[in-house]
């Protein structure tokens, strides 16, 4: 991967320094990089009375614009962190896709055809505005202690904590925690640290990833051409961002040289033949090689990968920082219900089944749709050209052409589950996130997802028979009580009958399900689902 | 009356796509090609109905 061309980095952060240089404190957790995904897991930690230090070796975010793409899961998450809307108005929302072939449009899709949620299929926001957003957060918990200008420089493993030496401008300090989570990224500092193979795919075909400033009315679509007359044959990515910002990806090939295709003079040429005689600045222009690869274990010890120190994948399909999201929530949970004893020796195992369930299907979309965009061979880009040929008269072909799947929440096929003994129609899955809806309730018309805590729930459709409790430490909600489904858009996704029963994890991923309340069951899923059996 | 389905029939699309692009990988020009006619004669003999085969030999030359 190179980086050449400089951005501005755009918030500044100082370095203080922690009681904790002059002692050898031990603390419950420690988070190594405070990017999107070290900063969800922080602040998801604290949000479940979990005191986390957070450390990164920089003083400040905004350098270039990186991720862009945030999809409706993510958003789910980050409004359970207290930031979604917030973003959600600063960021672009779109839902259409449209593909080219040469300069004539042969496909569109729909990300979000159905009605009901509240969080859009997509915003597209530059990385750091997501990351200021995550900071701002992150500093009004008290359970959050961030620390700039911290440096991982060894990692000292034991059987139930790791020490940790850390460097700081008042020089290196030993730091011991009952668990490390490694959110350092796709160079990983912990990973480096712990001598782990990072092994996988590299692809040849070099990319242009420009993002510049240009008034300009063109669609809020992600809009993706193979060979546009404007690109000589090759494809090219054109996304919206917020603050007349455009990102533009070109696929250069094999042989493209990097120092010279950065020049500013030449990158401007080749953007002046897409994009006319219209006016724009460059604002962060990189070229980059693919990479999907990923680590063999998520879990060392005590030493837990997420994002992408534990994967990484192409970016066609934005299935990068939305994984990295998606592991942070996957993980806080049951990382919180073991440092309280409440949860079995199986949970943290789970989070390494699970996410590397989802690392996989995201390295096999994401090399799909690169061996796709950039064929390996002339015998591959054959096929790949007929496909496009019969585009336009074949439906068959059109399902084929392949710019990047868009990242959707994994359907955790776990442990974690109990097979369901009924059957279910709807859109709702066992192992995937509650689909959301709109609901009415005590504060007026609302979103399922929203009215959900952050606990284990029941959700229980009204039957006319009395009211039964939830073992404990479950909460309950009675849909057609205090809580209802006005247009019984609820019913429809679970496909709920009078009297059915759904047990959601603490993530709102759906982990039970039953024609009927049966309280033993209710328990006997929730230790399920704690790793308790 | 045409007979030939175009519509999208596999369930993974995604997936019927990687095994004819695996199926030549490393492949020449020449040797894809050879693996296509055969592919092309045994798919047409598994499908049985020259009303079929004609239209989608015509559909193959329409589309450039």
């Not at chain 1, 015998?379 to 068959?396: G, T």
Request: charged share 25%.
């Amino acid at each position: 991967m190179t980086n050449a061309a400089g951005h501005k980095s755009i918030y500044h952060y100082s370095y203080r320094r922690s009681a904790d240089q002059d002692t050898v404190a031990r603390r419950p957790v420690i988070i190594v990089g405070a990017g999107p995904v070290g900063l969800a897991a922080s602040i998801d930690l604290a949000s479940r009375d979990v005191p986390v230090v957070l450390i990164d070796d920089a003083d400040r975010i905004g350098e270039g614009s990186r991720g862009i793409c945030w999809s409706k899961r993510t958003l789910e998450i980050f409004d359970r962190l207290g930031v979604g809307e917030k973003l959600v108005a600063q960021g672009v929302t779109w839902k259409i896709g449209k593909l080219f072939r040469g300069d004539d449009l042969v496909f569109s899709f729909d990300l979000l055809p159905e009605d009901g949620h509240k969080m859009p299929a997509f915003i597209n926001l530059q990385q750091f505005r997501v990351e200021k957003a995550l900071v701002d957060r992150a500093l009004e918990l008290d359970l959050v202690d961030l620390r700039w200008k911290n440096r991982l420089m060894c990692i000292e493993q034991h059987n139930d904590h790791v020490r940790l030496t850390i460097d700081t401008p008042d020089g290196p300090y030993v730091l011991e925690a009952d668990w490390l989570i490694a959110a350092d990224g796709a160079r990983s500092t912990a990973r480096e640290l712990l001598g782990l193979s990072f092994s996988g795919v590299t692809f040849e075909d070099k990319f242009l990833i420009a993002d510049i400033r240009m008034a300009a009315d063109f669609p809020t679509e992600r809009r993706f051409w193979f060979a546009p007359t404007f690109h000589n044959g090759q494809s090219a990515l054109m996304h919206r961002q917020p603050d007349n910002v455009w990102r533009i990806d070109l696929q250069l090939g094999p042989d493209a040289d990097v120092t010279e295709e950065q020049k500013p003079e030449r990158v401007t040429a080749r953007l002046k033949r897409m994009l006319g005689d219209r006016p724009f600045e460059l604002e962060w222009i990189s070229i980059y090689r693919f990479n999907c690869r990923r680590l063999e274990r998520f879990l060392h010890g005590r030493v837990v990968f997420v994002g992408d120190a534990a994967h990484q994948v192409s970016p066609f399909g934005a299935r990068g920082a939305n994984s990295g999201i998606q592991d942070a929530e996957n993980l806080a949970w049951k990382l919180a219900a073991v440092i309280k004893g409440e949860a079995g020796a199986g949970l943290i195992a789970s989070y390494e089944s699970e996410r590397m369930q989802a690392a996989d299907e995201n390295i096999a979309h994401s090399t799909r749709s690169t061996d796709f965009i950039a064929p390996h061979s002339d015998a591959e880009r054959a096929l790949r050209d007929a496909v496009l040929a019969l585009a336009p008269k074949a439906e068959f072909a059109r399902r084929m052409i392949n710019s990047g799947r868009l990242s959707v929440a994994t359907v955790y096929e776990s442990a974690l589950s109990t097979p369901d003994e009924d059957s279910f129609a709807g859109s709702a899955r066992l192992g995937a996130p509650l689909p959301d809806c709109r609901i009415q309730h005590a504060g007026g018309s609302g979103y399922m997802l929203a009215a959900l805590p952050d606990a284990f729930t029941v959700l229980m459709f009204k039957n006319g028979a009395a009211t039964q409790s939830a073992p404990e430490g479950i909460r309950t909600i009675t849909v057609g009580a205090a809580l209802t489904d006005p247009d019984g858009m609820l019913a429809q996704r679970l496909d709920a009958t009078p009297g059915a029963t759904y047990l959601l994890r603490p993530d709102h991923h759906l982990c039970a399900r039953w024609r009927s309340f049966d309280r033993d069951k209710i328990a006997a899923a929730r230790d399920r689902a704690l790793g308790k059996s | 009356m045409p007979k030939l389905i175009t519509a999208s029939q596999f369930a993974d699309p995604d997936a019927a796509y990687v095994a004819l692009v695996e199926a030549r990988r490393g492949l020449s020009v020449e040797a894809a090609a050879a693996l296509d006619t055969k592919l092309a004669l045994i798919l047409a003999n598994h499908i049985g109905d020259i009303d079929v085969l004609k239209e989608a030999i015509a559909l193959a030359k329409d589309a450039n």
